[in-house]
């Protein structure tokens, strides 16, 4: 029998998420979580670096690095790093983001001390060299392709996030410009690494079947002699308000079939009006029996697809709504249908028993985020990283929730999603 690391889950609680944190000399903040119900343990590092931290002229360098730093190390052959994980019954991944990038391991606890060995020397001697920035350049570029360029709707964020985040590195995607990674020399690759993925800009989060003290023996014995690097200083981003409905449209040779979209721009992760709005888009399209589908997709059967979702992020937030016609409607009347159900909730209160249904979606959310040993481990990082070094953050999470009343999620819908403070974007096949 083949045994799923990443499909070991735990017993749906919504219990509190005990932790123990610390920081190393060379300021990598640790935090362990033991959790012994299964024999798996979570091995993550968070750099606090995405593609808002690139130079306009150098894009995609974070996303780059996601790929990069599998490249080996001075005691790790080029190659090898995916190879040592699953020939010792592991999995591991990473991601990148406008804000961050994450690295797991996945491993049988027995394998944990392997796990922080993998991670010191992803941070403490990566291979960074002209053979591996060729390697994953190609990588790179057709990644782009499969996921963007030759992507039926693909590039619907970066029109969007082009006009909602002007002034902003947020006007750029993640993946960045081929151009930009083509002209960038060996060095400015080195250096961004040396700036960006250093232990103090950084969260080492360990979570499952582990002992805590053995575990920090074992921290320390990998990630001590990592070197300090200088401190990170944040680039600082004051956006204009949108004052006016902007509106364009785009062509795409993907697609058979058109799209309307509407973005608008809202808080990023630390406001309460995050969640609120997070709320507002399960009102509307969280799942078969909401307005919008009820509406559109059910009833009139205007659409084939419509939803409504909150792109959260640190700075700033998209707030985006689309639909894809049914029957030749046309887009202006699927924008008319989901205006109308957006005044709908700036006017009216939701019923009690709809507000019920919200709060115990949210809460089972919530749970099925930390059944995971992984998530878990995400989650701790993202409160450390994400709002102020409140780690907790992850345990407060669900009474905030319960906090939210019918009246904020009025309000909310109110103060964000005018018409004058968005972008439409029409998404039209090419011929």
């Not at 990170?232 to 058109?258: H, W």
């Not at 979702?309 to 409607?329: K, R, S, V």
């Not at 939701?350 to 930390?370: C, D, P, R, T, W």
């Not at 040993?373 to 907790?392: C, D, P, Q, R």
Request: glycine share 6%; proline share 3%.
């Amino acid at each position: 029998m083949i045994l799923s690391l990443s499909g070991l889950c735990l017993r749906s609680t919504a219990q509190e998420i005990k932790y123990i944190e610390y920081d190393l000399d060379n300021g990598l903040h640790v935090i362990l979580h033991q959790d012994k119900r299964a024999p798996v343990v979570a091995v993550s590092v968070m750099y606090h670096v995405g593609s808002k931290d690139e130079d306009p002229q150098r894009t995609g360098f974070a996303h780059f690095f996601e790929h990069l730093l599998f490249e080996g190390s001075d005691n790790m052959k080029r190659g090898d790093f995916m190879k040592i994980v699953s020939s010792n019954g592991g999995q591991n991944n990473a991601n990148t983001s406008q804000d961050r990038t994450f690295y797991y391991e996945i491993f049988p606890s027995n394998q944990l001390e392997l796990g922080l060995w993998l991670e010191s020397e992803r941070m403490l001697h990566p291979k960074i060299d002209n053979v591996g920035v060729k390697t994953q350049n190609e990588v790179v570029k057709e990644e782009k392709r499969l996921r963007i360029d030759n992507k039926p709707y693909g590039k619907f964020a970066e029109n969007i996030f082009t006009h909602l985040f002007e002034g902003h590195p947020y006007s750029w995607q993640p993946i960045g410009s081929m151009a930009h990674l083509d002209a960038a020399k060996l060095d400015e690759f080195i250096a961004f690494f040396k700036k960006y993925y250093v232990p103090n800009n950084a969260v080492l989060t360990i979570a499952g079947d582990l002992n805590i003290e053995k575990t920090k023996d074992l921290v320390a014995k990998y990630f001590n002699e990592v070197p300090k690097g200088m401190p990170v200083v944040k680039g600082s981003f004051e956006l204009k308000p949108i004052a006016r409905q902007i509106v364009d449209t785009v062509y795409d040779a993907n697609i058979q079939i058109p799209a309307i979209f509407a973005a608008y721009r809202v808080p990023g992760m630390k406001s309460r009006d995050n969640k609120v709005l997070e709320m507002v888009s399960t009102i509307l399209s969280g799942g078969g029996s909401s307005r919008l589908s009820t509406k559109m997709v059910d009833e009139k059967k205007t659409a084939l697809q419509v939803a409504a979702f909150n792109y959260t992020l640190e700075d700033y937030g998209a707030y985006i709504t689309l639909a894809l016609p049914n029957n030749n409607t046309s887009l202006n009347d699927l924008l008319i249908d989901i205006d109308a159900e957006v005044v709908r909730l700036q006017t009216d209160l939701i019923s009690e028993s709809e507000f019920k249904k919200l709060q115990n979606q949210f809460e089972n959310g919530y749970v099925s985020a930390n059944t995971t040993m992984i998530g878990v481990a995400e989650n701790l990082s993202n409160g450390y990283t994400f709002h102020n070094k409140n780690t907790n953050d992850l345990n407060e999470q669900l009474a905030q929730i319960k906090s939210i009343t019918r009246e904020e999620i009025r309000d909310v819908a109110k103060k964000y999603l005018s018409k004058d403070q968005r972008i439409v974007l029409y998404y039209l096949p090419k011929k």
